[in-house]
């Protein structure tokens, strides 16, 4: 499917002997309305196409994927049917970096819109057609599908490393800085012949049951002054719980944020979490990390807990820690050019300065 006559893509398709869907653009240029409509066109049309299937895969163009991605979707679809609070299978993970991420056979189930190449049901498509953001709205079609309306109760499943790696540096919401800063350092699986543990697990009661039991023999992880210097047991395997302050999913305290910072998560905001609880997997040892008093599981432990509360002086540590590894394979400066004075100048390029990443310029002679 096109958003817009692309002959280029056309005749690219007609190659491969494919056929095209068209769909007329819906809104002005550089609007959130030029997408937002054109995911829904996609999603009720594929559908409206294949009128004898009862799940498709929604994939965008500026994605590089692994070589499991379909075996990937032909093992978790009879979740699909079998679970009614599963209502998508996304391919991406926001997490999926080494630091946080390594073992391609685990699935999470969590609160999360769908992203970057995921499956869905006929049923699924029908209802959201109905209630998708309006054409005059100003938000993103896939934050309204977060929303709690949109949601209601249900989950997507996420594999721990992706099945897809977001390879574009140009687009409505990506620039070359935001690739570079979020998705280059992102791993995906490269293994084809993956098979998923523990998919049984993913039904809401086993894996409310399963979650509840991990984090009750979970060891707490003591913290320093300086969250950033996490240090786990040497000598035990885990998992390992963190208790941190959120009265409600917004991350309104920063916790979450200030986590995800210190582990070089994505820490552009609070996603991937079920029932307020983040899971991440640091060098093969499972963390959680469980906000209190918003997530159900803070009642497992009537004594209390000792709780991470950030302060403005943590979390700006904290993100001083996080940039200096996001920033470790930046070359040391930026050419640029300044303004100059006279043609012969600009002629000669003799305008050059080198702009380094502390904010130093120096002018090339």
């Not at 391919?91 to 056979?105: I, L, Q």
């Not at 993913?202 to 049951?209: F, G, P, S, V």
């Amino acid at each position: 499917m096109v958003d817009t006559p692309n002959m280029e893509i056309i005749h690219l398709a007609n190659i491969f002997g494919l056929d095209v869907l068209v769909h007329q653009p819906q809104g002005e240029k550089g609007t959130a309305t030029l997408l937002n409509m054109h995911f829904r066109f996609s999603v009720h049309n594929v559908f409206n196409y294949f009128p004898d299937i009862d799940k498709a895969v929604i994939l965008e163009d500026d994605l590089l994927l692994s070589p499991d991605f379909l075996s990937f979707f032909q093992q978790t679809s009879w979740l699909l049917d079998t679970d009614p609070t599963i209502y998508c299978v996304n391919a991406f993970s926001v997490n999926s970096y080494s630091t946080v991420a390594g073992d391609p056979t685990t699935l999470r189930r969590l609160q999360m819109f769908p992203q970057f190449g995921w499956m869905i049901t006929r049923h699924w498509a029908q209802e959201m057609y109905k209630s998708w953001i309006p054409e005059e709205h100003t938000g993103d079609w896939d934050w309204w599908l977060s929303s709690e309306n949109a949601m209601q109760g249900r989950y997507a499943l996420v594999p721990e490393v992706g099945r897809t790696y977001h390879a574009g540096a140009a687009g409505a919401h990506v620039t070359g800085w935001s690739q570079e800063q979020n998705f280059a350092s992102m791993i995906y699986n490269t293994d084809p012949d993956v098979k998923l543990k523990n998919l049984e697990d993913m039904i809401l009661d086993r894996y409310e049951a399963k979650l509840k039991g991990e984090i009750l023999r979970a060891t707490d992880l003591h913290l320093t002054d300086i969250p950033c210097r996490v240090r786990f047991p040497p000598d035990e395997p885990g998992p390992f719980r963190v208790f941190v302050a959120s009265e409600t999913k917004s991350d309104e305290y920063g916790s979450y944020h200030l986590m995800q910072l210190c582990l070089n998560a994505y820490a552009a905001d609070s996603r991937e979490k079920f029932r307020n609880v983040v899971r991440f997997n640091v060098g093969g040892r499972i963390l959680y990390i469980v906000g209190c008093p918003a997530s159900p599981y803070c009642t497992l432990f009537p004594k209390g807990v000792t709780l991470v509360v950030p302060t403005p002086g943590l979390i700006e540590a904290s993100e001083d820690y996080s940039s200096k590894w996001l920033m470790r394979n930046y070359p040391p400066y930026y050419h640029r050019r300044a303004q100059v004075t006279t043609p012969e100048r600009e002629f000669a390029m003799e305008n050059l300065l080198r702009l380094y990443n502390n904010g130093t310029m120096i002018e090339v002679i």
